[in-house]
Nanobody, 123 residues
Framework: EVQLVESGGGLAQAGGSLRLSCAAS????????IAWFRQVRGSAREGIAG????????YYEDSVKGRFTISSDNAKNTVYLQMGSLKPEDTSVYYC????????????????WGLGTQVTVSS
């Protein structure tokens, strides 16, 4: 059974940091791009960062570039999203997803999803 489980969300102050984790199981991790998305209720799901598990190449959308860092621990089948310089507009539910294509910020290209973790940033 394929599973992606996010953790690490919570409440942070503006300017602070949080680290999200995405633990994966049930599929060959190295064959997929792992990405982080976020979604505010009523808005589209936004792809913000991704990592190619085959060569470790990372990708970021402009909204988080320079503030967020995606990384992976192959031994633990876990991908992390280190979030820094948080802003109130980063408040969202954060999801990790696995896709078999190259990085893309479009959610329809990803086959597997976690249930999400809430991040709230106070001003």
């Amino acid at each position: 059974e394929v599973q992606l489980v996010e953790s690490g969300g919570g409440l942070a102050q503006a300017g602070g940091s949080l680290r999200l984790s995405c633990a994966a199981s049930g599929f060959t991790f190295g064959d997929y791009v792992i990405a982080w998305f976020r979604q505010v209720r009523g808005s589209a799901r936004e792809g913000i960062a991704g990592i190619s598990r085959s060569d470790g190449t990372t990708y970021y959308e402009d909204s988080v570039k320079g503030r967020f860092t995606i990384s992976s621990d192959n031994a633990k089948n876990t991908v992390y999203l280190q979030m820094g310089s948080l802003k109130p507009e980063d408040t969202s539910v954060y999801y990790c997803a696995a896709g078999s294509t190259d990085w893309t910020p479009y959610p329809e290209e990803y086959q597997y999803w976690g249930l999400g973790t809430q991040v709230t940033v106070s001003s």
